[in-house]
C-alpha cells in the first residue's frame, strides 16, 4: 500500500482505520514546553523549547505475517498537535500484533533535494548546508550547558555509514488489534524525551550539550531508538 510524502491528517476515519496518536512525555511527566524543569540521569536541570521528528515506512504486522505498509514521511511536532495524530486508513481485515516504523528520512529521499509535504524545508528540518534532513530535532537550555546562552541544542541526521542515524522501531502491541468491516482502532504511543539523554549514554550537558552534524549523532540516535512504547489501545466499533 503505497502513500506520498505528503503527511494526512483526517478529523473522520473511513471504514477499518487504525489511528495513532504520539504522546510526549519526560519521563512519567508529560512534555510542557518552556515552562518546566526537568532533570536528566546525571540529575541536570534543563527545559525544552522545541522537539520534533520524523516518522516513516508505517508497518502494521498481522498475526500470519503479512506486513501492511504506509510509505509516507510524517513530521511530529510537539508545536503542532494536529501533527502528533496519524490515521491509516482502508487496512485489510485481519488480526495485527504490532506496529512498526523508522524515525529518519531514507538515502534516496536526502539525496533527492528540498522536496514538498512533510519534507518541506519550511518545516525547519532541513540542511542547506549539506543538502540532507534532519531526523530529530531537540532544542532547550540548561544551566549546566556549555554552549553559550545556557542552549541544549540536538539536531540529529545522517544515513552514511558509520554515521547512519536511521532507526527501526519495533513496537509489539499490548494485545492484538481485530480490524473487521467498519472498525476504527486507536494506539496511543509514549514518546519520552528522557530517553534521548540516557541509555546506552548518559548525556552530560556540561561535555556535550550541542550536536548539530555528525560527530556525536549516533550516540543520541542509539539513545532515542528506545524512546517509544505502547501506552494504551481503544477500540471503537
Known amino acids: 500500500m503505497m502513500l506520498s510524502h505528503e503527511s494526512a491528517y483526517s478529523q473522520k476515519p473511513k471504514s477499518n482505520s487504525i ?21 536528566n540521569a546525571l540529575n541536570q536541570d534543563f ?18 505475517g503479512k506486513p501492511i505498509t504506509y510509505n509516507s514521511y510524517y513530521l511530529i511536532d510537539e508545536e503542532k498537535p494536529g501533527s502528533k495524530k496519524i490515521v491509516l486508513e482502508n487496512i485489510p481485515i485481519g488480526e495485527y500484533v504490532s506496529v512498526n516504523f523508522t524515525v529518519g528520512v531514507d538515502s534516496i529521499d536526502n539525496c533527492s533535494g528540498a522536496q514538498s509535504g512533510a519534507l518541506d524545508p519550511v518545516n525547519g528540518m532541513f540542511w542547506a548546508w549539506n543538502t540532507g534532513y534532519i ?38 502491541l499490548n ?30 550537558f556540561s561535555t556535550l550539550s550541542s550536536v548539530t552534524d555528525f560527530n556525536n549523532a549516533t550516540i543520541i540516535a542509539d539513545n532515542y531508538s528506545d524512546m517509544f512504547s505502547i501506552l494504551k489501545l481503544n477500540d471503537e466499533k
Open 19 to 39: 489511528e495513532i496518536n504520539f504522546s510526549h512525555y519526560v519521563g512519567n511527566e508529560v512534555l510542557k514546553l518552556d515552562s518546566v524543569i526537568y532533570k
Open 47 to 64: 527545559s525544552v523549547t522545541k522537539f520534533k521528528y520524523y516518522i516513516a515506512n508505517i508497518v502494521l504486522l498481522r498475526k500470519d
Open 135 to 172: 531526523f530529530m530535532k531537540l532544542e532547550g537550555t540548561s544551566q549546566f550547558s556549555s554552549s553559550p546562552y545556557a542552549m541544549l541544542e540536538y539536531h540529529i541526521g545522517g544515513f552514511k555509514k558509520p554515521h547512519n542515524c536511521i532507526q527501526t522501531i519495533s513496537l509489539p
Open 175 to 204: 494485545k492484538s488489534i481485530l480490524i473487521a468491516n467498519n472498525y476504527n482502532k486507536t494506539i496511543e504511543i509514549k514518546t519520552d524525551v528522557l530517553e534521548i539523554l540516557k541509555t546506552p549514554i548518559s548525556i552530560n
